[in-house]
């Protein structure tokens, strides 16, 4: 069993930075791939970004390329999601998930691990 727990959301102005945390419990954390998601209100919940175990290979939504980095601790068991240049379509609560392999996974179903999402407010 996997427990995940994100921190770091809160409120910004638009074009500013937010950096999100996501603490994972069990000591496999270094063999499972890593990944966020996000909802926007009064809409599904949509990929943002992944970082395989191993490799280390990200790979990132076209709506956040550029602008957001998604790295890793092993160490501290703990993945981030360095968001810059924020919009306000990038409002929206930000799920960490996370499933065993070394692939990268872009669909929700694939990941069997989730946290329970930390609010992102971005105004214009």
């Known amino acids: 069993q996997v427990q995940l727990v994100e921190s770091g959301g809160g409120l910004v102005q638009a074009g500013g930075s937010l950096r999100l945390s996501c603490a994972a419990s069990?000591?496999?954390?270094?063999?499972?791939?890593m990944a966020w998601f996000r909802r926007a209100p009064g809409k599904e919940r949509e990929f943002v970004a992944t970082?395989?175990?191993?490799?280390?290979?990200?790979f990132y939504a076209d709506s956040v390329k550029g602008r957001f980095t998604i790295s890793r601790d092993n160490a501290k068991n703990t993945v981030y999601l360095q968001m810059n240049s924020l919009k306000p379509e990038d409002t929206a609560v930000y799920y960490c998930?996370?499933?065993?392999?070394?692939?990268?996974?872009?669909?929700?179903?694939?990941?069997?691990?989730w946290g329970q999402g930390a609010q992102v407010t971005v105004s214009s």
């Open positions: 998930a996370t499933r065993s392999g070394s692939s990268y996974y872009v669909v929700e179903n694939d990941y069997n691990y």
């Open positions: 069990g000591r496999t954390f270094s063999s499972y791939t």
């Open positions: 970082i395989t175990s191993g490799s280390y290979m990200t």
